[in-house]
């Protein structure tokens, strides 16, 4: 596709069930993000790759929070033991350069609704 | 924690009217950009101003930058309905990791 792709776009998990969130980013993007978003809020950043490494990791709310890339493409952002404070919005973003001097492509989103 | 906050925090006018949305940040940026959500969807880059910039323009958007005050605003010209989304600033740091920093958002609704 075209665009970052998210999946699945809406999660429902019961309090204390492990979730994994998968982004598609644009082919040959070299940064990729991931924020989280709560209602009404701007969106808090996560944790970024530049390729498959990643550089920052600060804004992972807990060591519950876990986000790979192994291959540099796809990313995968995990959470276990969900809470009722994890629901939120979760979006990636992909970026054809390693600094931010471009603009970041977002995908759509997965809602995160814990139960 | 977020960088910034927009101003105001929700604006209604009427069709072809002109929206201004301010943002104010805190630390030394690199550039700053300007996003919109619609409802329920992913973010939209609107617009870029780099830090040696004062204005910028790209169609209806005209961006102003002033890093001696740290802020920024968005004017959107003659406005339609399809404008009707939140709008938000974002801004890349000139030091450390790369990361956009975002506000939080004007909500914008534009009526017919």
């Given amino acids: 596709g075209a665009g970052v792709s998210q999946s699945p776009r809406y999660k429902v998990a019961k309090r204390g069930q492990d979730v994994a969130l998968r982004c598609d980013p644009i082919s040959g993007h070299v940064s990729l993000f991931w924020y989280q978003q709560a209602l009404g809020q701007g969106p808090e950043f996560l944790t970024y790759f530049q390729n498959e490494a990643q550089l920052d990791k600060s804004g992972l709310p807990s060591d519950r929070f876990f986000a790979e890339r192994p291959e540099g493409s796809v990313s995968t952002l995990k959470i276990q033991r969900t809470q009722q404070e994890d629901s939120a919005v979760y979006l990636c973003a992909s970026s054809r350069r390693q600094d931010l001097n471009t603009e970041a492509f977002f995908g759509q989103g997965t809602r995160l609704t814990v139960v | ?112």
């Fill in chain 2, 1 to 112: 924690s977020q960088q910034g906050e927009e101003d105001p925090q929700a604006l209604s006018i009427q069709e072809g009217e002109n929206a201004t949305m301010n943002c104010s940040y805190k630390t030394s940026i690199n550039n700053l950009q300007w996003y919109r959500q619609n409802s329920g969807r992913g973010l939209v880059h609107l617009i870029l101003i780099r830090s040696n910039e004062r204005e910028k323009h790209s169609g209806r958007l005209r961006v102003t930058l002033d890093t001696s005050k740290k802020s920024s605003s968005l004017l959107i010209t003659a406005s339609r309905a399809a404008d009707t989304a939140s709008y938000f600033c974002a801004t890349a740091p000139n030091t450390g990791f790369q990361k956009l920093v975002f506000g939080t958002g004007t909500r914008l609704l534009v009526s017919p």
